[in-house]
């Protein structure tokens, strides 16, 4: 009966409450006058009293429709809506009473002071058990999460009063490092010790316990959860719903850091005609779509109104994701959206892709970017970096393609690492290629580090803030160039508007940035502090762990100084030597050959030898210049 009345259309549920609440009317009237003549059977009393039961009801009916009485939903029910009951039974009384001397009745004015207390009882009550019956019929047999939670002050009685109306955890107990509340009874449960709780959790009785302590600072907040959850239990941190509204609560006290308060300079104004004009009604390819960089690239150029865009990777998960975030803004512009898994060294595939989408512009941002990996993975790391650009950039220039620019890197400079080095490598073998073609225009773009990307230091200092520290820095005074996605993507945009042929194009990204400074301004900007010398009983620790295999203490931007202007002040376009068709060959024949053997440390000789400025990062203060 109960699971039909609760289906039932909420139309039909406030008819029910309104017929019930006017049905209990003439039953406070009838208790009334039980109560005062001591009579199970006042025969001769209701006949006298008839009018009342009658014409009471009548009129109370549009008094609790304008007070909304049957517009209160049970599992809601609070003391707010027994002041609505309140004015309801005072509503009745005082229409009793009125009608008592209106029709001259010959009953005691008692009756009509008596009515009202009981229509009161009557209502509470039976507001109280359908609660009860609703909240009964949730906890049994569905399965909820039996919950605890830490706090028993406001915020604990406001998460409560939520979720007893939900449908997936269940309240259990209050726990409460107070010992005074730990005897008490708060909005109707028990409030427990921390000790009481262990006892619950070792019992199955408790499998998750939701913080409601607003005003505990993070660092306790965190120590706190971490020994709760060395009971074996999950524990979550909740703010109150004014925190949820304002949005300051529990959940984002770590505020995130955005990466242009993290530059230290003004971001570049990037935006310029020049870009919309060169993408509009083309067909792009975009090669590792589903990165940082790429993904960037994706949104940015939906906007300038290409006619199609291709992306492509050889992670299905980084596709699926960029190409659902993709198609609703792709159809708000009217750009026909193609996505491509396959690899960027496959040389087929890369011809189909560039043939079936009739390709007009590639933007190429696929390669493996993380120095320590790569250092690892010499083999792998120039396979994808250097041949991978290398095929992708073969078929653009047989498909007649109009435009291959390439993302870089500045370890490209001087490079310390296989990772920088394979980069170099790719750049000259773009230049290369660049003096045997006649239709495609190549260009490259050096980056700095690209704040919030994959792999960088920012959401590795992020991680390690919100787990309480300590904060790893490699060395106390490494530097690192940096830009924003959004600037990085736009670079290479106005790479393709701006490239003649053979260009290296880098942004002018100011002074670079000490790592140690950044990772002091990432903690102050999250309301923490710095626990050093000066600060004993700071928040986060700063600790130094030693230079990575094959990190330099600085990075550069630039091989020599010879740059020329471009038509946007701060973007720069480097003339740097390039190798002959004959040297490329050479190199290239090396590397093949030594990929073919498997040999790592044939490759490290063949770049030694052959890679301006190659060469191995010291770990010294030396380095510093």
């Not at 039961?53 to 809601?76: D, E, S």
């Not at 104004?269 to 990165?291: F, N």
Request: proline fraction near 5%; charge should be neutral; aromatic fraction near 6%.
């Amino acid at each position: 009966m109960l699971d039909y009345l609760v289906t039932l259309p909420r139309p039909v549920k406030r008819h029910i409450l309104l017929f019930i609440d006017i049905l209990l009317v003439p039953l406070s009237l009838f208790i009334s006058l039980v109560l005062l003549f001591d009579t199970l059977s006042p025969v001769k009393l209701l006949w006298e009293a008839w009018p009342l039961f009658v014409m009471t009801p009548i009129v109370a009916t549009p008094i609790f429709l304008r007070i909304g009485l049957n517009r209160i939903k049970l599992m809601a029910f609070e003391a707010h809506d027994m002041r609505r009951g309140a004015f309801a039974a005072l509503s009745v009384a005082a229409i009793t009473a009125a009608e008592t001397y209106a029709f001259n009745l010959d009953l005691p004015r008692a009756v009509a002071v008596l009515t009202g207390p009981a229509f009161l009882l009557l209502h509470l009550g039976l507001r109280t058990l359908g609660r009860n019956l609703l909240v009964r019929r949730i906890n049994v047999g569905n399965g909820r999460m039996p919950v605890a939670i830490y706090g028993a002050g406001s915020a604990g009685v406001q998460l409560l009063a939520a979720l007893r109306q939900d449908f997936q955890m269940r309240p259990v107990t209050f726990v409460d490092d107070n010992v005074t509340l730990q005897t008490m009874t708060v909005s109707g449960m028990e409030v427990c010790s921390r000790a009481q709780l262990e006892a619950k959790v070792r019992r199955g009785e408790i499998q998750r316990v939701l913080l409601a302590m607003p005003s505990v600072s993070e660092p306790r907040m965190r120590r706190l959860t971490q020994e709760l959850s060395e009971f074996g239990c999950e524990v979550h941190a909740l703010p109150t719903y004014s925190e949820l509204v304002e949005g300051t609560g529990l959940a984002s006290n770590l505020r995130p850091v955005t990466p242009d308060r993290l530059l230290g300079r003004d971001k570049v104004d990037l935006e310029t005609p020049e870009v919309a004009r060169a993408y509009a009604g083309r067909r792009v390819l975009i090669t590792g779509a589903g990165g940082s960089i790429g993904s960037e690239l994706c949104r940015q150029i939906i906007l300038c109104g290409p006619q199609r865009l291709t992306l492509l990777d050889h992670s299905e998960f980084a596709l699926y994701e960029i190409s659902r975030e993709l198609v609703p803004l792709a159809e708000m512009h009217g750009v026909e959206l193609v996505t491509r898994l396959g690899s960027v060294c496959d040389p087929d595939r890369m011809a189909h892709i560039m043939a079936e989408s009739e390709i007009d512009i590639v933007l190429f941002a696929a390669a493996y970017k993380h120095v320590p990996l790569v250092e690892e993975n010499e083999i792998e790391g120039l396979r994808n970096n250097l041949f991978g650009t290398l095929t992708t950039a073969e078929a653009a220039q047989k498909a007649g393609v109009e435009r291959f620019i390439l993302v870089s890197t500045d370890k490209a400079v001087r490079p310390t690492n296989i990772m920088g080095a394979s980069k170099r490598l790719a750049e000259l073998s773009i230049q290369d290629l660049q003096t045997r073609s006649e239709v495609t225009k190549f260009a490259m773009v050096r980056f700095g580090n690209v704040l919030g990307s994959s792999g960088s230091v920012i959401p590795l200092f992020q991680s390690q803030i919100a787990a309480g520290g300590p904060i790893t820095l490699t060395h106390e005074k490494i530097t690192r160039y940096f830009m924003t996605i959004s600037e990085a993507a736009r670079l290479v945009l106005l790479a393709g508007a701006y490239a003649t042929g053979g260009d290296v194009f880098v942004l002018d990204m100011g002074a670079p940035v000490n790592i140690r400074d950044l990772a002091r301004r990432m903690v102050e900007l999250t309301g923490l502090t710095v626990r050093d010398e000066k600060n004993p009983h700071g928040d986060i620790d700063i600790e130094t762990v030693g230079l990575r295999p094959g990190e330099k203490l600085y990075e550069e931007l630039l091989i020599g100084n010879n740059i020329l202007p471009t038509p946007h002040e701060k973007i720069m376009r480097a003339e740097e030597r390039r190798l002959s068709q004959i040297e490329m060959a050479r190199i290239l024949k090396q590397i093949r050959a030594a990929i073919a053997a498997n040999d790592p440390a044939a490759v490290r000789s063949i770049i030694e030898a052959n890679v301006d400025g190659f060469h191995v990062a010291e770990t010294g203060l030396d380095d510093v210049v």
